[in-house]
Antibody
Framework: EVQLLESGGGLVQPGGSLRLSCAAS????????IYWVRQAPGKGLEWVSG????????YYADSVKGRFTISRDNSMNTVYLQLNSLRAEDTALYYC????????????WGQGTLVTVSS | QSALTQPASVSGSPGQSITISCTGT?????????VSWYQQHPGKTPKLMIH???NRPSGVSNRFSASKSGNTASLTISGLQAEDEADYYC??????????FGTGTKVTVL
């Protein structure tokens, strides 16, 4: 069974940092790109970042470019999202999702981890 | 990377058909045949309903169908059922493995 499990969310002050993790199981992890999508409370979905199957290519939305860094460890079946210089508008539920190329086809999603940026 | 435009809400009676539009530009919806649709019930994880404009994943009801014309993609739900009440989001490929989601549409079954 394919599973994605996010962790690492929490309450952080503006300007602070967090590292999110997405642990995968039930499939050949190194064969799939993994993306992060967030959803602010009561709002819509927003694509945040993605990483290719090998980790050689990374992608970021303009809203987080320069502040967030995505990486992966295929030996640990885990993707990471480092969140720096956090702002109130980064408050959201962060989902990781498995992508089926070539389109925006995310067939499996985790349950999400909540990031709250507040003083 | 502006969000694709969807109507805020669409409603219909059980058994009716409804259509949700998703309008972008030639740089996203109109430029690629890579549009997906997601259903999200309150408090739940998004579920893939349509990919590559018209393709339905295994297990998704054939009451869901989709199409695209120019810069606008559409999702049609036929034979509307109470369980279809949810939020729906479109998503399109933009460039270089980046994407954009729609603003979301709340479907209400009257």
């Amino acid at each position: 069974e394919v599973q994605l499990l996010e962790s690492g969310g929490g309450l952080v002050q503006p300007g602070g940092s967090l590292r999110l993790s997405c642990a995968a199981s039930g499939f050949s992890f190194s064969s799939y790109a993994i993306y992060w999508v967030r959803q602010a409370p009561g709002k819509g979905l927003e694509w945040v970042s993605g990483i290719s199957d090998s980790g050689s290519r990374t992608y970021y939305a303009d809203s987080v470019k320069g502040r967030f860094t995505i990486s992966r460890d295929n030996s640990m079946n885990t993707v990471y999202l480092q969140l720096n210089s956090l702002r109130a508008e980064d408050t959201a539920l962060y989902y990781c999702a498995r992508r089926i190329i070539p389109g925006p086809t995310f067939d499996y999603w985790g349950q999400g981890t909540l990031v709250t940026v507040s003083s | 990377q502006s969000a694709l435009t969807q109507p805020a809400s669409v409603s219909g009676s059980p058994g009716q058909s409804i259509t949700i539009s998703c309008t972008g530009t030639s740089s996203d919806v109109g430029g690629y045949n890579y549009v997906s649709w997601y259903q999200q019930h309150p408090g739940k994880t998004p579920k893939l309903m349509i990919h590559d404009v018209t393709n339905r994943p295994s297990g998704v009801s054939n009451r869901f169908s989709a199409s695209k014309s120019g810069n606008t993609a559409s999702l049609t739900i036929s034979g509307l059922q109470a369980e279809d009440e949810a939020d729906y989001y479109c998503s399109s490929y933009t460039s270089s493995d980046t994407f954009v989601f729609g603003t979301g549409t709340k479907v209400t079954v009257l």
